[in-house]
């Protein structure tokens, strides 16, 4: 690419990581960015970068995937019905190529935090704000909505991934200057982390510094850090009001079972039942039954809810599978989970070498077991994003030896 294009390329990619969390609103304008990344990507068309991007393994492995679903859609006659995610499935390796031509990713890094960072803001304003008007430590669900910029759940999971990026650069970066300023902003998001009590992003944060305590310690204290680390998270779970009705839905004082609670207020609960239901009724073995058609037994399945309130809340929601591994055994069966599992087997096999692109991928891994990434156009994006993050990383040529 000529200088000029090079930095617009660079600017337009980062636009695109600024806007992530943002995606609710900012679909056209990520959308606009997109189209002109690629105009820029034809205009200066180097078919030797392409074919160094294509090469890789884990895009092999994801494309053959990808074909499979295409393939199979096809022979299935659900290709127009289920065309909505297999789009969003090429959008992923489409975005790979994209973010790839990135020449300096630190544009992709630093503008994917700094998005997340006005998204906390604002939120965190938002959440300390109603604290003090309705003198109650206790969010209510009704409330949620309103306090987020960008929903709890993806919130969660874009501030663990910015922590982690933050983390690598505290450690690749000798100013001094730099390295307090990112060992606030990681101060910072974990205060975060525990004000907006994402379930999901405290659990995989947690799972991640114990793997990184494992990768990185060789000290025979190694398990009493550990056990201490395990004692901290819980007493801050159990002491904190938010957290604990969040965790163990303390603030439920009619069911004394915890596995009733479990029941009656975690919707994943009937979703992942109803899903096993589909499994054994429609016999799914090697292939399954397409994305359009398990959302549909899934409605079904709603309707037959006996509380009419729960029953109306699951089919306005229409919630899918909420487990990205669940809803390819049944969309595309065992054949496709194994493709899957074969594309993260690479790019697992790539990021282990680093401690920082390790756990970027584990993020990925542990959300995709809560969460249909698959299914939404922000998903494709973070998907994307973490692949080319994760890979660069791994890559950097000049790198000190972090993981030593």
């Not at 975005?95 to 790839?100: A, E, G, M, R, V």
Request: proline fraction near 1%.
């Amino acid at each position: 690419m000529r200088i000029n294009l090079v930095k617009t390329y660079n600017y337009l990619a980062a636009l695109i990581c600024i806007a992530i969390p943002f995606m609710t609103y900012a679909k056209a304008f990520v959308n606009i960015c997109m189209i002109c990344l690629f105009l820029i990507f034809v205009i200066s068309f180097n078919k030797q970068k392409l074919y160094e991007i294509v090469r890789q393994k884990y895009i092999i492995a994801f494309a053959v995937f990808l074909f499979f679903v295409v393939s199979y859609s096809l022979l299935n006659g659900s290709f127009f019905v289920d065309f909505s995610e297999t789009r969003k499935l090429a959008q992923i390796i489409f975005l790979t190529i994209l973010f790839s031509l990135v020449e300096d990713k630190r544009f992709l890094i630093y503008g994917f935090i700094l998005g997340v960072f006005i998204s906390t803001l604002i939120t965190d304003f938002n959440i300390i704000n109603y604290y003090i008007n309705s003198f109650d430590f206790l969010i209510s669900k009704s409330s949620v909505e309103e306090l987020f910029i960008t929903q709890r759940l993806y919130l969660g999971i874009l501030v663990v991934i910015s922590i982690v990026l933050l983390s690598f650069l505290f450690n690749t970066l000798n100013t001094k200057e730099q390295r307090i300023l990112y060992a606030i902003l990681i101060l910072y998001f974990v205060f975060t982390l525990f004000l907006i009590s994402s379930r999901s992003a405290l659990l995989i944060a947690f799972l991640l510094f114990i793997t990184a305590i494992i990768y990185k310690s060789k000290s025979i204290y190694t398990p009493i850090i550990m056990a201490a680390s395990l004692a901290i998270f819980s007493i801050i779970i159990i002491t904190n009001k938010n957290l604990s009705n969040r965790f163990l839905y303390s603030e439920d004082s009619v069911r004394k079972s915890f596995v009733e609670k479990i029941k009656t207020h975690e919707p994943r609960y009937d979703i992942w039942k109803f899903s096993f239901e589909i499994f054994n009724e429609q016999n799914i073995a090697l292939l399954g039954i397409g994305t359009y058609r398990t959302q549909e037994l899934l409605v079904a399945k709603y309707r037959l809810m006996p509380i009419e309130k729960r029953r109306n809340w699951f089919i306005e929601r229409n919630f899918n599978t909420h487990n990205q591994y669940v809803d390819i055994v049944l969309s595309f069966g065992f054949i496709g989970l194994i493709l899957f599992v074969i594309f993260l087997k690479e790019i697992i096999m790539l990021s282990f070498k680093n401690i920082y692109s390790l756990s970027l991928i584990l993020s990925l891994i542990l959300f995709l077991t809560i969460e249909n990434l698959f299914h939404r156009q922000l998903g494709s994006f973070i998907f994307a994003l973490i692949l080319i993050l994760a890979t660069h990383i791994t890559n950097l040529k000049d790198e000190k030896d972090i993981s030593s």
